[in-house]
């Protein structure tokens, strides 16, 4: 099984103008959706295209309607979205998708969407986003990189 573990904020919810070009700011769960779609298009063309499932480890997890964001804001219907972290208080998010590989040793590879680096020993699982556009075309790109190499060590270990 293939994941992605996904952060909202500086990933696919990025600083937006609104419609009348008064106000630039980040949606919020209240608002029900991400705000950034061609980001979260970006992100779902990798997870179809190599078949990826979505795991959340963005800070609106805590919320009840944190699929319906992600699903909102454009995720395409044929993309699971698996679950979310756990919290660990005094934690890094690095120590939170740790905790969830120790739970779901079905993960065969996994990579991070995230606009922070505190992955810790995961940093070479890291898509790092510029929290000003969130996930893009050069993103995508290094994602398939990360991909395809894991592909490729995978190959290599099986004999």
């Known amino acids: 099984m293939n994941v992605v573990f996904l952060d ?43 078949n990826y499932d979505i795991v959340v480890t963005s800070t609106w997890r805590v919320y009840d309607n944190y699929i319906e964001c992600l699903r909102n804001g454009g995720l395409r219907g044929g993309i699971a979205v698996l679950g979310r972290t756990p919290e660990i208080h005094g934690g890094t998010r690095g120590d939170e998708v740790m905790a969830y590989l120790q739970e779901h040793t079905e993960i065969d590879n996994f990579i991070i969407f995230d606009d922070y680096s505190d992955m810790g020993c995961l940093s070479d699982h890291l898509i790092l986003c510029d929290t000003r556009v969130g996930f893009g075309m050069p993103e995508f790109y290094k ?8 592909q490729l060590e995978k190959e290599r270990t099986k004999f």
């Open 143 to 150: 994602a398939l990189e990360l991909h395809t190499r894991m």
């Open 8 to 50: 909202y904020d500086g990933v696919v919810n990025t600083a937006m103008w609104d419609d009348n070009g008064i106000d630039c700011r980040f949606n919020f769960p209240s608002d029900n959706k991400v705000n950034n779609f061609q980001a979260v298009q970006w992100v779902s063309e990798f997870c179809e295209r190599y």
